[in-house]
């Protein structure tokens, strides 16, 4: 009975210790932010879609499926399913749950079976004989289980755990990052190889034009009406026409080799049909700053690792208190096999405290004070590093936004200036057919009109690869549900449709909060 009220007394004196956790109370450290964007849209001008409320660990919605183009849509559900570097990354977050159980299995006793026999020969002095004594020898078999808990006093183990799982969480914010910029590469990529079928639908028109010249070119000059030096110009013009279509077909060649790759293929394997850029005119608004923090999965991980760095520092600390470890052993011993299990070969053995051993460090150099020191500047690096995610991140925001604004005034003006070249083309083409001006005037406009034709269609180029990093500056879009990620890291990806909800609309939120212009 006494035994009893010992063990009782030392099971309630643990517990009472393994609430003392020395782990700081873990905040979220300020980070820098403005109550509105400098270069967002005014509220009457913004749109009026209703802006997102997302979460950091839910699937960023399939955003892409607002350009309405049903082969990006292909491309994209290709590229999550055999992409290289999303595998890698899941394949991460997969090592980092199995640590997160890994170090939550030291919560719980350990328990072992031995079974076997020894064999022991004891010295003659050992037994208090001489040394050239009789010395005896003996074996001992075994059948035994064993207990092994080490007490949580002050939080040490729960802290690893906690660490741990922030490190987990961590790993999946990473691969939600990971994702988001596989689309987003994967969108700019297959507008970029779009943007070039449409120069290169440029130079075709270009190519006929002056193909079309080059024989009133050599008509006229067979007639005598010009000189030969007119038909090496209109061939000059032609070839270097050929020259520069050539090289968009070689830069094409190489950003639909690099959109293989996204896609997990070879790039002999895959191949692109020719489909010129048309032009994408979305609105994106982006919102508040303060909602930027929970919208961007970096962010997210980044404010991870400030978590994790926060328990390491209570599991420092609490390295400088008593460890308690509770064994005991039970079984059975005996000289033969055959009598091992009888009931009088059984045996047990606890430690000192009712099977507690209590350990107090005393002396060790300066060993744990490094370490909690160690602790303690990995939590200000990973502070530093959460700042400094947040600052890029609205700078990327306000570097897009910028972008757009500009470009939808860049575009109108270059639109005019299309327009004009052409009328001057035609206008040149005419004259120089009733003999009115020189070749070389006719050259001058068709240069002009050929390069602000793909002034233009870099534009449109441009404001494509804008909206697209606009969308994941602003971390994606959060209308579709959020998938399960087992331990293997393997994600399931919803069949459902991104849609924009109009604003007022209750219990939905858009893909993206994008509206049409």
Same mark, same amino acid.
């Given at each position: 009975m006494k035994h009893l009220q010992r063990f009782s007394m030392s099971l309630l004196t643990t517990l009472v210790l393994a609430g003392c956790s020395v782990t700081p109370t873990y905040e979220r450290p300020a980070a820098p932010a403005s109550a509105a964007f400098k270069e967002a849209l005014p509220a009457d001008q913004a749109g009026q879609w209703k802006t997102a409320q997302p979460a950091e660990d839910q699937l960023r919605g399939a955003w892409w499926e607002l350009f309405k183009d049903e082969q990006l849509n292909r491309l994209e559900v290709q590229a999550q399913a055999a992409n290289q570097s999303l595998k890698a990354a899941a394949a991460r977050l997969a090592q980092a749950r199995a640590l997160q159980r890994q170090a939550r299995s030291s919560l719980?006793?350990?328990v072992t079976a031995n079974f076997g026999p020894t064999r022991q020969r004891a010295s003659p002095a050992s037994q208090g004989l001489a040394d050239d004594g009789p010395a005896t020898s003996s074996t001992l078999w075994r059948a035994q289980a064993g207990v092994s808990y080490e007490a949580d006093l002050f939080g040490r183990v729960s802290s690893t755990v906690d660490a741990a799982?922030?490190?987990a969480q961590?790993?999946?914010a990473l691969l939600r990052s990971v994702q988001l910029a596989l689309q987003a590469d994967v969108a700019q990529n297959y507008f970029q190889v779009r943007q070039l079928d449409a120069e290169r639908q440029v130079y075709v028109q270009t190519l006929d034009l002056r193909e079309q010249t080059l024989k009133l070119v050599e008509r006229r000059y067979k007639e005598g009406d010009i000189s030969e030096l007119d038909v090496a110009r209109a061939r000059s013009e032609l070839a270097s026409a050929q020259s520069e279509a050539l090289g968009i077909d070689r830069n094409r060649a190489a950003a639909e080799h690099a959109l293989a790759v996204l896609l997990g293929l070879a790039p002999s394997e895959f191949s692109l049909p020719a489909?010129?850029?048309?032009?994408?005119?979305l609105r994106v608004p982006a919102g508040l700053p303060s909602g930027l923090l929970e919208r961007r999965p970096d962010i997210a991980a980044a404010e991870r690792a400030m978590a994790a760095a926060n328990d390491r520092i209570g599991a420092a600390r609490a390295a400088f208190f008593p460890q308690l470890n509770i064994t005991g052993y039970a079984g059975y011993e005996s000289s033969e096999l055959g009598h091992l299990f009888q009931w009088s070969s059984r045996t047990f053995l606890l430690g000192p405290l009712t099977g507690a051993m209590l350990s107090l460090p005393i002396f060790d150099a300066g060993r744990r004070q490094a370490g909690l020191d160690r602790a303690r500047a990995v939590y200000e690096e990973d502070v530093a590093n959460y700042r400094q995610s947040v600052l890029g991140a609205f700078r990327e925001v306000e570097?897009? !936004? =910028?972008?757009l604004r500009i470009l939808d005034d860049q575009i109108g003006a270059q639109d005019r200036a299309v327009q004009a070249s052409s009328r001057a083309a035609q206008l040149s083409h005419t004259q120089y057919k009733e003999g009115s001006i020189s070749y070389l005037d006719v050259i001058d406009s068709d240069?002009?009109? !050929? =390069?602000?034709?793909r002034i233009s269609v870099q534009l449109d180029g441009a404001r494509a690869l804008s909206t697209v990093n606009l969308i994941r500056a602003l971390g994606g879009g959060w209308s579709l549900p959020t998938p399960q990620v087992g331990d293997t890291g393997k994600i399931e990806q919803p069949?459902?449709?991104?849609? =924009?909800?109009?604003?007022?609309?209750?219990?939905?939120?858009p893909a993206v909060p994008v509206a049409a212009r």
């Open positions: 719980f006793p350990e799982t922030a490190d961590q790993s999946e489909t010129p850029l048309a032009r994408i005119d570097d897009n !936004l =910028a972008s240069r002009t009109v !050929l =390069a602000q034709q069949s459902a449709k991104a849609t =924009a909800a109009p604003a007022g609309q209750a219990g939905t939120a």
